[in-house]
């Protein structure tokens, strides 16, 4: 398993080149905070879109939040060409005034927020930004709640995104809790609904986290079936890692580079 590396402290600091972020109306629900890099222009190649979900009790803030780290990192990523330049997505699944209404509402929320990113936040962002409409350009991935909204836009199927970033959270397909009470069920479930199809994920946890418990015996099971997920699944734990912002972010510096390649 390969080391998750630490974030250099540098990268958390303002950049030379800064992107910005900018308030995306989404009708009808809440609004989304949007990322766009240093060198956005409306010609040339196509973004990839990084679709990014915050844990449960959080809102559109929580990933760009007023520390400004997560987007002092992105910044740098992109000026070292760690990653590819790309405009990252950060919707709430939650409809306005609903956020603090505990982890059952939480459930039911990102259960439905499937229709919500097809058919309003993705067609916005496309019209609004130079993002090609490939699937092979679109990524999403998700803290905690986000992480089983993650899971949720998996199992619905391929045809929106092709990259997959579920951090600690698992699979609610066979229920809530269910990549911990039901592992193979889940992993075998997982393989029906991906089979023949093209997709790359990476899941990541700690194993202080409270979501370890849960996520560590669903990617397990994914692992140990045969051929089904070598090639296109990847999990990592980060040792001392716990369930919080900071460690989720040192997990987005590790994995987002793979995205998008």
């Known amino acids: 398993m390969k080391e998750i ?33 240093a060198d956005y222009n409306r010609e040339g190649d196509p973004y990839p879109t990084f ?8 809102d559109e803030h929580s990933f760009f939040s007023e520390d400004g780290e997560l987007k002092n990192m992105l910044d740098h990523m992109i000026e070292k060409k760690k990653i590819e330049p790309m405009i990252v997505v950060c919707p709430t699944y939650y409809p306005p005034g609903k956020k603090g209404e505990g982890i059952a509402y939480s459930g039911e929320a990102v259960r439905d927020f499937g229709p919500i990113v097809r058919n309003k936040i993705i067609p916005l962002v496309e019209e609004k930004f130079r993002t090609g409409g490939d699937r092979w350009l679109r990524g999403i991935g998700g803290f905690s709640m986000g ?13 929106r995104f092709r990259w997959f970033m579920p951090m600690s959270g698992d699979c ?43 996520l ?9 079936m045969p051929e089904d997920f070598k090639k296109t ?3 990592s734990v980060l040792k001392g890692g716990v369930h919080d912002y900071p460690d989720i972010r040192r997990y987005i510096y590790n994995a ?3 995205f998008f390649r």
């Open 5 to 37: 590396l630490p974030i250099p402290e540098q990268f958390l600091q303002p950049c030379e080149h800064p992107g910005r972020l900018q308030t995306m109306h989404i009708p009808s629900f809440s609004n989304a905070t949007v990322y766009v890099p």
């Open 256 to 258: 987002l580079p793979e």
């Open 147 to 159: 992480a089983v909204a993650t899971w949720y836009a998996l199992m619905a199927g391929v045809e």
């Open 172 to 214: 609610w397909i066979c229920g809530e809790r269910g990549g911990g009470e039901h592992p193979k069920q889940t992993a075998e479930l997982i393989a029906v609904t991906l089979s023949g199809k093209d997709y790359y994920v990476h899941a990541l946890t700690g194993d202080k986290d409270i979501a370890f418990p849960n």
């Open 233 to 235: 699944v990847k999990y």
């Open 51 to 58: 679709y990014l979900l915050h844990g449960g009790g959080g």
């Open 216 to 224: 560590d015996p669903q990617m397990k099971a994914m692992l140990d």
